[in-house]
């Protein structure tokens, strides 16, 4: 299904003419060297383009001949490689292998260009005819960029201010030789169902974080205990030549666009519509991220999101996009030279919008007004499931891959989300905007207690008598006691965790101490005051529990989050009417 699917968009990219044709792929060169009709090496030329900040230069790419996947053996590419195969430099320290990737380089150049009548393919084998490794390195024209010529940098031709690549009659030798038929067995394609030879190997995937940057694999058999029937390597797995170029094109294709590529824990996220329509990633990345001004506003993400969902069509950039189109969601993970699939999501986009609406729709709640997020995206949620002060920063993988899957599908939120917001509040003492909106979104999504869905709720709740959350708001009028009478408010660093998860042994204490604090202030303040604790005492109908359990204390804290928001929000106000 995935393999398939990517096919599919590879082929609705090819009718756009997006993407590279069969044979061909977009590779990073940093040099061309010139020669001229004798095949002598006469300059190098840079080929490096400033990056996107241009602060630096970075390789530019070019569509070419596409690279084989190498191992430890020894395969030359066509008119692209790096500077052992083209000039028999390296810094590996085993000069008789760099002659044989210099000597494979001569074999399969001379092989496709020695019987075509063009001065620029007869002048590259003069070239690979000619060439001295064994002088190579004093040669002056790679004396300052020798560094990179050591460490694989990218090299193609050039000849008479063209190309190599570009030149018709070369390229026509390429793509015969691409084309041609495979030697072995017939066998059932498993993704177009053609009788073809299957791919050995197919071409590597680049760009998924944390693997290696040489590329990896998303189907591979190196081992004789995951080999049947005497086959090997993806003979295991039939899939044709052009299937196996087609699925990892259209996904090295993803991966290189890296505005449309999330990373949630150690996954790469990439995203795609069936009709390859570009817009849907954009409005989808708009949606996940949270909004960007300069983009999308918070509006015009909220009023989007409810017209896909009411599915209606909505105008990008002069493309209509249809809350009906397939859209596909895929996760990957490293693992060592091959990539696991930590994720695969099918869905209309309309549905996809809409769980995505559903989950900011709970987590809505009233800010601190220290954030600056309106809409929360994922990594700042999993951001506050972790240490600030640890060397690693970064969630839970396994915690990220099924939080994302959850928001994604409906699902339940994982335990362990709300498991280690509630470990980081016990440890910070302190609960941000980012830790109350996952504590009301977990409960509203995993929870079906009546109770919660009164208390659940964007702003303070002033009518609900459900003691955790009553019990909650007096801390933070307990709290703010102390702060009026000493000016400071060592209650929340002592007792909150223990009053949260504990009220029948802290809150006679701290109630003791809020007496003490009370007959500090002055007349009309200690009236404000007392008045505000009979009330919310009035509301308690029952005796302290002795425990609250996890879900309990996630609603003391909402009930402590929402009436710590209020009294921020009328303080000016409040302090104004007790002085009067």
């Given amino acids: 299904m995935i393999l398939q699917s ?9 009718q756009k003419g997006e993407i590279s044709r069969p044979g061909w792929a977009k590779v990073k060169v940093s040099y061309a060297l010139v020669i001229d009709e004798n095949g002598a090496l006469i300059s190098v030329l840079p080929l490096k383009v400033p990056d996107e900040n241009g602060k630096k230069l970075i390789p530019r790419k070019f569509e070419l001949p596409a690279p084989v996947k190498r191992s430890v053996g020894i395969e030359a590419n066509f008119l692209c490689d790096n500077a052992a195969y083209m000039l028999g430099i390296d810094n590996k320290g085993k000069p008789e292998r760099t002659i044989q990737c210099f000597e494979a380089a001569k074999t399969l150049h001379q092989s496709l260009l020695s019987d075509i009548n063009d001065l620029a393919a007869k002048s590259l084998c003069k070239f690979f005819e000619n060439w001295d490794i064994s002088s ?12 990179e010529l050591e460490n ?7 000849f008479d201010e063209k190309f190599l690549h570009t030149n018709p009659e070369i390229a026509q030798a390429w793509q015969t030789f691409y084309d041609g038929e495979e030697e072995g067995e017939k066998m059932c394609c498993l993704i177009t169902g053609k009788s073809v030879v299957p791919a050995a190997t197919h071409p590597a995937i680049k760009g998924v974080y944390g693997a290696q940057s040489s590329g990896a694999a998303l189907v591979s058999f190196n081992a004789a205990a995951y080999c049947s ?18 699925y990892t094109t259209a996904l090295n294709h993803l991966l290189s666009d890296k505005k449309h590529v999330k990373h949630s824990g150690d996954t790469s996220i990439v995203y795609w519509a069936e009709d390859a329509e570009a817009q849907y990633q954009d409005v989808f990345s ?32 002069g493309i209509p996009l249809n809350p009906d189109n397939k859209f596909y969601i895929l996760g990957l993970a490293p693992n060592a030279a091959r990539l696991s699939v930590r994720f695969f999501l099918v869905d209309s986009f ?31 949620l999993l951001r506050e499931t972790v240490n600030k002060n640890a060397s690693d920063k970064s969630p839970s993988a396994q915690m990220s891959g099924d939080t994302l899957r959850a928001i994604l ?21 302190k609960i941000s905007y980012e830790k109350a909106a996952i504590i009301k979104a977990y409960l509203m999504r995993n929870t079906d207690n009546e109770d919660y869905k009164e208390v659940l709720q964007v702003d303070l709740n002033e009518q609900t008598t459900y003691q955790p959350y009553v019990l909650g708001r007096i801390f933070s009028v307990l709290e703010q006691i102390q702060e009026k009478a000493s000016g400071v408010s060592s209650i929340k660093d002592k007792y909150f965790i223990s009053a949260c998860a ?10 003791s101490l809020a007496d003490k604090h009370l007959r500090k202030l002055d007349g009309a303040m200690r009236t404000y005051f007392a008045k505000q604790l009979t009330e919310l005492t009035s509301m308690i109908t029952k005796s302290y529990p002795a425990h609250h359990n996890l879900y309990d204390q996630g609603i003391f804290q909402l009930g402590y989050y929402h009436q710590t928001q209020k009294r921020y929000a009328k303080k000016d106000k409040s302090e104004t009417t007790v002085n009067t």
């Fill in 350 to 380: 309309g549905n996809f919008v809409r769980h995505l609406k559903e989950h900011y729709d709970r987590l809505e709640i009233v800010s601190d007004n220290r954030s600056k997020w309106k809409t929360i995206p994922l990594w700042v």
């Fill in 409 to 429: 599908t409906g699902a339940f939120y994982p335990a362990t989300l709300y498991q280690q917001t509630q470990l980081r509040i016990r440890a910070e003492r």
């Fill in 229 to 246: 029937f005497e086959r090997t390597q993806n003979i295991n797995s039939p899939i044709g030549k052009y299937a196996a170029f087609a």
């Fill in 152 to 158: 694989g940098a990218n090299l193609i031709f050039m």
């Fill in 502 to 511: 504990t009220p029948a042994v802290v809150f006679p204490i701290i109630m």
């Fill in 136 to 147: 190579a390195r004093a040669n002056p024209l790679f004396s300052d960029i020798m560094d």
């Fill in 6 to 14: 990517l096919v599919n968009y590879y082929e609705a990219l090819a």
């Fill in 286 to 317: 708009a949606f996940f991220d949270g909004g960007d001004e300069n983009i999308m506003s918070n509006d015009d993400i909220d009023d989007f999101m409810k017209k896909i969902v009411q599915g209606n069509s909505i105008n990008w950039s």
